[in-house]
């Protein structure tokens, strides 16, 4: 006889100051940069698919909506999530790979922490420029300097 224990992998929750920010962003980031290498985007990024799995470990979830990029944004009946804005498609219409970095910049802005330090709100309106070519790849973004509060890793 066998049993099946099911149990949440972890929970949904924003960050509760700036160092689990670094963690959770840091954490999507690497999410989002592996999909962008496989060719996907997530397209669905937003904190109710970020998952708290223990101490300082954050994974991206949800990847239903996964889709091959770039894609052509919604028509009539098809797909558009809750979090887009109105910069996530570029001038196209497209949803690229740029659009899956501006979804992580909104996580940085729609976290409840209040003071960020000055390096973290350069990297959200890197992430969240209003022209999807200017703002950076997520690899790019994880060799920002806010990710290593330190000095260079």
């Known amino acids: 006889m066998y049993k099946v ?11 509760a100051n700036e160092g689990e920010l670094r963690q959770a962003i840091q954490a999507v980031l690497r999410g989002v940069a592996a999909l962008h290498r496989a060719g996907y985007v997530h397209r ?11 101490e300082g470990s954050w994974i991206l979830s949800d990847l ?13 009946g098809g797909f558009r999530a809750a979090c887009w804005t ?15 970095v501006q979804l992580v910049g909104q996580l940085m802005d729609t976290c409840s922490i209040l003071v960020l330090d000055a390096q973290c709100q350069e990297l959200k309106a890197q992430l969240t420029a209003c022209a999807a070519a200017s703002r950076p790849s997520a690899e790019q973004a994880l ?10 890793p």
């Open 5 to 15: 224990a099911l149990a949440p992998l972890g929970n949904t929750r924003c960050p």
């Open 44 to 54: 669905d990024i937003h904190w109710a698919n970020v998952l708290c799995i223990g």
């Open 64 to 76: 239903e909506s996964a889709a091959r990029a770039p894609v052509q944004a919604a028509g009539e």
């Open 86 to 100: 109105s910069d996530t498609l570029d001038e196209c219409g497209m949803y690229t790979t740029a659009s899956d």
């Open 143 to 152: 060799r920002h300097p806010w990710f290593f509060p330190g000095g260079a």
